[in-house]
């Protein structure tokens, strides 16, 4: 047992994540650079690095000349020795991809979702023949997946019973267990773990990992899509929080919400409202499409590209939307003071730089001067991909937490505690 209480077990865990997340994040590097990157010695590098090559996570990728030495030896985390899948339950699809250790796309595939019907189990049918296809497409055995990453609409809570239950007031869905439902019957192995989390926190985990959240320590992204949702990123919620933004009040007795409460942000700044309004006062929505394809339609009446005269009524909408979305993020400027919010979701995305400025512009003016000067407000960078890539890391990042190990099986009959206790003290 280590002074802080911290078993050899616990150490040895924590150096192998050290040197996993720096090699992943920022290699290739050399054992040389490995050491101040992760803070640990020179002998400490070495013995890790040969334990994760040993185990076939880590491995060459070339050489550096060094100052007068032997030219330096670049190690990179191996994108074979993984395989993740993450799986995005939006407002007009099902997604699934695979991905490799360094999420480079292996297969994917789509279900759609006809008028955003949330029956329970079409969605579990769509997740399991979804998985299904992308392993076969790839010839990936299931045995090989370090779990897989679910991102859906609602509440996602834990527990001891069912695993993960997802409460859904806008779909419908109450109460629905999710985890088990997808566990009955499942074409995975058991010891394959489910990772099933709110939609915009897994777009909030793909930002701050990969995208326009890079090197934030106090950060919001918001997924605008059907509807609005956010995810908190602090130095105390690390891997971020998901927030029930859409379900603000910002109007009393205004429009009803699809979650049936009166004047919710999302009844004014979701795309689903956004043609719901569009159409009240007059405008030309098209009858029998998906929402991604009326608001296109909606955006080139608001700002037509051949010089044409605007639809008044489009361009009202998007700026009255603009100015509600702007006092939304006011109040999250004012309640958690972010240096940076990022907006995606498949309707901000293609809303995108021309709908920015505006929102950006009532947020400000909205918000208490002195967090409103310190915070920056812009797109996403992973498009409409990024639910899905987010909902990959979370296995991806449960992996790396456990030193790039995968979980053990629970025994039948737990071990000894005086065999628990020596397997720790002994080093390996």
Not at 137 to 162: C, N, S, Y
Not at 340 to 364: N, T
Request: charged share 25%; aromatic share 6%.
């Amino acid at each position: 047992m280590a002074g802080n209480g911290r078993t050899v077990r616990d150490l040895r865990r924590a150096n192998r994540t050290a040197v996993l997340q720096r090699l992943y994040f920022d290699g290739p590097l050399s054992r040389f650079e490995l050491g101040p990157a992760t803070g640990l010695s020179s002998g400490s590098v070495s013995n890790v690095v040969a334990d994760l090559i040993a185990d076939g996570l880590v491995e060459e990728a070339g050489s550096v000349d060094s100052d007068g030495g032997r030219p330096r030896t670049l190690l990179r985390v191996a994108p074979a020795s993984g395989h993740m899948i993450g799986v995005d339950v939006g407002e007009t699809r099902v997604r699934v991809e695979l991905f490799d250790l360094a999420l480079t796309e292996l297969a994917r595939t789509e279900r759609p979702l006809e008028q955003q019907r949330y029956e329970v189990e079409v969605i579990v049918d769509h997740i399991r023949s979804g998985i299904d296809e992308v392993l076969a497409a790839a010839d990936l055995a299931p045995e090989r997946l370090l779990g897989v990453g679910i991102g859906v609409p609602g509440i996602v809570e834990r527990t001891a019973d069912r695993g993960a239950v997802v409460h859904g007031q806008t779909i419908g869905w109450d109460a629905v267990p999710l985890e088990s439902l997808l566990r009955d019957g499942s074409p995975l192995p058991d010891g394959v773990p489910w990772f099933i989390d709110n939609g915009a926190r897994t777009l909030g985990q793909a930002e701050m990992w990969f995208g326009a959240g890079r090197g934030a320590g106090n950060a919001l992204v918001v997924l605008f899509g059907s509807g609005v949702g956010a995810c908190l990123v602090t130095p105390d919620v690390r891997h971020g929080r998901a927030v029930e933004w859409g379900h603000l009040t910002v109007r009393v007795r205004g429009r009803r919400c699809r979650c049936g409460a009166l004047g919710c942000l999302e009844a004014y700044a979701g795309a689903e409202s956004l043609l719901a309004r569009w159409r009240e006062e007059g405008g030309r929505v098209p009858e029998d499409t998906d929402e991604e394809t009326a608001l296109t339609a909606m955006l080139a009446a608001a700002y037509p590209a051949d010089g044409a005269a605007a639809d008044p009524v489009a361009l009202a909408v998007l700026e009255e939307t603009a100015e509600y979305l702007g006092a939304g993020l006011s109040d999250l400027i004012n309640l958690f003071q972010p240096e940076r919010i990022l907006m995606g979701g498949w309707a901000g995305l293609q809303l995108g730089s021309r709908f920015l400025p505006a929102v950006r512009r009532h947020a400000l003016s909205y918000a208490l001067r002195h967090p409103a000067e310190r915070v920056t407000i812009e797109l996403g960078k992973l498009g409409p991909d990024a639910v899905t890539v987010g909902a990959a890391i979370l296995p991806l990042a449960d992996f790396f937490d456990r030193g790039g190990r995968r979980p053990e099986p629970d025994p039948a009959v737990p071990a000894p505690a005086w065999r628990t206790a020596l397997r720790d003290r002994v080093p390996r």
